[in-house]
């Protein structure tokens, strides 16, 4: 067993026997927003915005990148559950600033070699500002995205927990 | 703007001005955990599992599947951050249970037409356990996935709050 699991298990039970209310949240988020942002450990996207359970879909990957399966899940959102509005947030010291596709690639070579996974784009940022501003462009030129859906760009700053607006 | 674009900016000010010492929280997660689930608006993945801000990556997309780019930020995570315990969690009342990629093929027609397009995989949920574990498969059996990572599945109750083991 992972050394966490046990821990899991039984935070669990208590979550559960509190639960009170959360039963009755509706499936579509009652705010009609979509958040899209890292899988870093130090974000708390509702908290971070503002907004409580239930307002808001959330979407994490690594750098909270606009790739085809968070454009996947932003299309699945707003046409099958009403959203309208995307925050697209980066953030400051991310992970994927610190590394490149060569360096992953050399983290591989030699152990499983196969052109097709020494190839994949992992998505590093090398301008958090300018990686805001391709991914917000990138949904918004998107031919399955609705011209309806406003898209914003965001930098969160983990030392101060501000957003900063990317135009 | 947005409806709640001004909510958002002013309820973040607030956030920041009381950040605290969330601002000393380092980089890798703290409890060496990956929790991967859908973007749903009634999860919280930190609480449900007991876990506090700065344990675990969170990675989320539409049914918490193990698509491409999720496995992406998984690899990314343990190789790059050091996890070495992925948590595939799915959920009842999900909405990739309610469409069929014929569904939503059916909802572009005629707009925008495009071969590619037309045929992307929504990755819909038909069984929920098969769902769970196909996709722990999925990233066990990723030639990139360290076998030293456990992988566990579970499904979580929105009406309950429980966590369900799936093995």
Redesign the interface.
Known sequence: ?????A??????K???EN?GD??N?P????????ILTC????L?P??????N??????????GGRA????I??LI??Y???GT??F?VIHHS?C??E??TNED?KS??EGI?H?TE?EN?D??TISDREESVRNDVEKIKTH??VSDDI?V?GFIY???????L?VK
């Open positions: 067993m992972g050394s966490s699991y821990d899991i298990i039984e935070s669990n208590k979550y559960s639960f959360k039963k949240l499936v579509p988020p009652i705010k009609n927003i979509v899988m870093d450990s130090r708390e509702l908290k971070f915005a503002g907004l359970l239930g307002d808001a879909h959330i979407v994490r990957n690594a790739s085809d399966d968070a996947r899940s699945i959102s046409k099958m559950l309208n509005e925050y010291d992970g994927m610190s590394f992953m983290k591989f499983k196969n996974l994949i992992w998505l031919p399955l406003q914003f700053e983990v030392k101060t927990g501000k957003l607006e």
